[in-house]
């Protein structure tokens, strides 16, 4: 079961291998885990379909290896600690027996309201233990989770719903975060009055607000677990059946439900999550991620639980009661491996350093970025004051479709440089293309990001449209994967990610389609077309600016029109797609055939005045003048 590798050299070798014969590679780390039935096939591939399976045949639950497995060596250790929002609230820990009974409890309650094998189930919920027994009850039935961040609004999660047609939906009456109380039931009390396929919701009381329970649909979790057996068979999957559906956007249209796969899945986010963290049984590990991103769900459940890990999980946010509340939490439960974003770090670096020296760190080993490409100062700030210049910063490229870290330091054992993401992990092949599809061979060039050949927990589809899947990924060029990522490769072969070369903003680690936020836009009574770009900020990493076309003789009242336009956007998508900046506009720059010139709006919300390179193209050059005029 362990699967860590313990020097660079054996890492070059390990790699080799991986290169050299990937199926004899994956087999003999797949052979640790328990399965039903072996299976009989590693690995199938094309990339045109695109069609990939891992371990074909295979039957398994991954439950049992990360729950079951560990009841006889493990049974009494904490599987979590888990961290209230208020700082002298109690804590709660839960162990590996615990948890099991608990999520054997749920399936059993889940299955009697009817929820079958291959049933999709949404779960809408705040950092709670009971959010990760709800995951983990889907697996061990079978029913295929789909999480959906509980900062998003009723619009977005109706639309979550729909798409995957969920049958049931957990969620609780409301969440905390910081000085706030949000009531998330009401959310999504709205969102189920357009969603039919929901049959029931199970809620659990987490703020005691006292929420209206709609009669024969909602069912509080504490009655539904009460008198539910301790133990529950677990469904026998297939390898390749479903896990789990993430929701993610991409340049155009509706965010698009990632497919992840049970056995290739489980595979690589436990051998990931152990060689890039050096996680050492004992340990304390410690991801500041949502559930409802991908990040949480490879690196606080599903990765950590299979190496039987011991866990923090915190409900608050980095500020609240102060900027040292994430040291504090360091400190408390002597995290030893800690992993957060760039956006968390920037933001916390403007607080000085007294909040920081106040708390003893010395249990950190490794500490890790994740999201979006960290600067060289706030690389700098975290590994001089966090990890006080002995704990290797592990800057872990990744993606929701990717499942889990593809380019890493290896803890303490690989070379590092700041800003860059450094290697590829065993089985990865990464490749920077030329717009021509050409591999560059050159180091220092930049390039397209790509992908030549299948990992384990690669995307399998997107749900309910393979052709979608097809091309986005792959049909960009021919047998590789696409990232959307730009990248440049030193010359001792270490990657620096650049950034999104597609319509897609990273904002504090968040991912949007511009096309997504210019729909929310345009459904404001005001707005006769938008255009939405990032700009570099501070904090963020990029902000969104959107420009507005409203009817000029509306101009005046712009302060109404754009608290109007905010408003639209939190309720189409949520607070968290706010824009940054509003710029109401007469019209958009367009070329003669009608195509919306966002090279120009990217430059003037980066604060370019001029220099907008061939505009000859442009319908009326003249609205480029007042654009900049106005601009903010
Ligand atoms: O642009 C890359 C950026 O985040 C994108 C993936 O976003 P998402 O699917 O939401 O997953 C985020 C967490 C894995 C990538 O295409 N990104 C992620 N990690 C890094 C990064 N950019 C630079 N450096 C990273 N370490």
């Given amino acids: 079961m362990n699967l860590r590798i313990a020097s660079y050299e054996e890492y070059q070798e390990k790699y080799q291998h991986s290169v050299n014969d990937p199926e004899e590679f994956w087999s003999d780390i797949a052979q640790t885990f328990l399965w039903k039935e072996p299976w009989t096939n590693t690995l199938n591939w094309n990339f045109t379909e695109p069609k990939i399976t891992w371990f074909d045949g295979g039957k398994l639950n991954i439950t049992e290896n990360l729950l079951d497995r560990h009841l006889e060596t493990r049974g009494d250790q904490v599987a979590f600690f888990w961290e209230p929002n208020e700082m002298d609230a109690d804590g709660k820990t839960i162990t590996y027996r615990e948890l099991h009974a608990e999520v054997c409890k749920l399936s059993n309650a889940m299955r009697g309201l009817g929820v079958e094998k291959g049933d999709r189930v949404c779960i809408y919920m705040p950092m709670i233990l009971e959010s990760i027994v709800a995951i983990l009850a889907c ?47 009401t959310m999504v009390d709205e969102a189920l009055l357009s969603c039919p396929s929901i049959e029931h919701s199970i809620v659990v009381n987490c703020t005691h607000s006292n929420p209206e329970m709609k009669s024969g649909r909602d069912v509080w979790y504490n009655e539904i677990m009460e008198g539910q057996p301790t133990t529950c068979e677990a469904e026998t999957m297939d390898a390749e059946d479903l896990l789990f559906i993430l929701y993610t956007s991409g340049s155009t249209g509706k965010p698009k439900g990632v497919v992840h796969t049970c056995g290739g899945y489980m595979v690589y986010t436990s051998y990931s999550f152990q060689n890039v963290f050096q996680h050492e049984q004992g340990d304390v590990f410690w991801c500041t991620a949502d559930i409802g991103w991908i990040t949480g769900h490879s690196y606080i459940v599903y990765g950590p639980l299979l190496a039987g890990a011991t866990s923090v999980i915190f409900e608050g946010i980095p ?21 957060t974003a760039p956006t968390a770090i920037r933001s916390l670096m403007g607080h000085g350093l007294e909040v920081v020296n106040k708390y003893d760190l010395s249990a950190l080993k490794v500490i890790g970025s994740v999201g979006e490409p960290i600067n060289e100062e706030a690389w700098q700030w975290y590994f001089d004051h966090i990890g006080k210049k002995n704990c290797p910063v592990v800057d872990t490229w990744w993606q929701t479709e990717t499942g889990g870290i593809m380019l890493s330091g290896l803890g303490n054992l690989s070379p590092m440089r700041a800003t860059h993401a450094g290697y590829p992990l065993p089985g990865i092949q990464p490749v920077l293309l030329d717009g021509d599809g050409n591999e560059i061979h050159e180091s220092e060039q930049e390039g397209y990001l790509c992908i030549k050949f299948p990992w384990p927990s690669i995307l399998r589809t997107t749900y309910g449209d393979h052709e979608r899947c097809k091309n986005v990924y792959f049909s960009n060029y021919d047998n590789y994967y696409f990232t959307g ?58 902000g969104i600016y959107a420009y507005v076309v409203v009817d000029p003789s509306k101009m005046d009242d712009q302060d109404t029109i754009i608290a109007s336009v905010m408003d639209s ?50 319908l009326d050059p003249d609205l480029v003048i007042e654009i900049v005029e106005n601009s903010i």
């Fill in 319 to 339: 500020t609240y009661p102060d900027a040292g509340r994430f040291w504090q939490i360091c400190e408390k439960y002597k995290v030893n491996q800690f992993y």
């Fill in 139 to 185: 697996a061990r039935i079978g029913a295929v989770h789909s999480i959906v961040f509980a900062g998003f609004s009723s619009n977005a999660l109706a639309d979550r719903i729909n798409d995957a047609q969920a049958k049931l939906v957990i969620t609780s009456d409301g969440l905390n975060r910081g000085n706030k109380k949000v009531d998330i039931k």
């Fill in 569 to 618: 956007v939190s309720k189409g998508i949520g607070k968290i797609a706010k824009p940054d900046k509003i710029q109401l506009v007469s019209g958009l720059p367009k070329t003669r055939s009608g195509k919306i010139m966002r090279r120009i709006l990217r430059k003037i919300a980066e604060g370019e005045k001029s220099n907008f390179g061939d505009t000859s193209t442009l």
């Fill in 485 to 542: 990522d730009g990248a440049k490769r030193d010359a001792n072969g270490m990657y620096r990610i650049i950034g999104r070369v597609d319509d897609v903003i990273n904002v504090s680690g968040h991912r949007f389609g511009t096309a997504e936020i210019e729909d929310a836009i345009n459904t404001n009574k005001y707005a006769i077309e938008s255009a939405v770009v990032g700009f570099p900020h501070d904090i963020k990493g990029q």
